[in-house]
């Protein structure tokens, strides 16, 4: 059974551009969520997947997407890139849709700097 | 809106010391409460959820619905424990999971 996994581990980026980040969901994980963690915060609620559907959304603008693959993996799209996207991003699969009572397994996270 | 607070940014106690993380939220429903730890260099991940009621690494909460209060406990320290720890909340299970800003634990040899 391999764990999630996230890439890339770090980029940086400039202010206006458009950044991909990726996640391979923990095997048989049908479900996953982003988080966005601010230095200094605890993880922030972007969005979640559910077999390929949306599956609730927290409160960020819409030009941060996602995409949720048949394989189950993912991944998290920011376009015009601002200097608060400067974050850890955490990606984390789960079995079963439920944003809170499934066990949530998390990856390492992508840190992002925009300049 | 619901919010999770966690007091204290850092706490240190010394090996063998009882330890007690501070987390108080606010929301007016019945939540789902947990606490999510983060070793160096490791990923975040699940401690214990209120639902279980149950024990991890010697790690117990209790929910006190009267003093919105989920405060972690552990009787004596490790210096194992050292770690950052995420109190969070759902408003039910379906809904999406809000974290406290962490407490950083440091164990004192």
């Known amino acids: 059974e391999t764990g999630v996994t996230q890439s890339p581990t770090h980029l940086i980026k400039t202010r206006g551009q458009q950044v991909t980040l990726r996640c391979s969901s923990q095997?048989?994980?049908?479900?996953v969520s982003w988080y966005q963690q601010a230095l200094g915060q605890g993880p922030q609620f972007i969005f979640q997947?559910?077999?390929?559907?949306?599956?609730g959304r927290g409160n960020f603008p819409p030009r941060f997407s996602g995409l949720q693959f048949p394989n189950y993996s993912s991944e998290l799209n920011v376009n015009a890139l601002e200097l608060d996207d400067s974050a850890l991003y955490h990606c984390?699969?789960?079995?079963?849709?439920?944003?809170?009572?499934?066990?949530?397994?998390f990856g390492p996270g992508t840190r992002l700097t925009v300049l | 809106a619901q919010r999770v607070t966690q007091p204290e940014k850092l706490l240190s106690v010394f090996k063998g010391a009882p330890v007690e993380l501070k987390c108080n939220y606010s929301y007016s429903g019945s939540p789902e409460l947990f606490w999510y730890v983060q070793y160096s260099r490791q990923r975040l991940q699940l401690l214990l959820r209120?639902?279980s009621r149950e024990s991890i690494k010697g790690f117990t909460a209790d929910l006190n619905k009267g003093e919105t209060s989920f405060h972690l406990k552990k009787p004596f320290a490790q210096e194992e424990d050292s770690a950052m720890y995420y109190c969070a909340l759902s408003r039910n299970r379906d809904d999406k999971i809000i974290f406290g800003k962490g407490t950083r634990l440091h164990i004192l040899p």
């Open positions: 997947y559910y077999r390929e559907e949306e599956n």
């Open positions: 209120h639902i």
């Open positions: 984390a699969s789960s079995w079963g849709g439920r944003a809170s009572t499934d066990t949530q397994y």
């Open positions: 095997s048989g994980h049908n479900t």
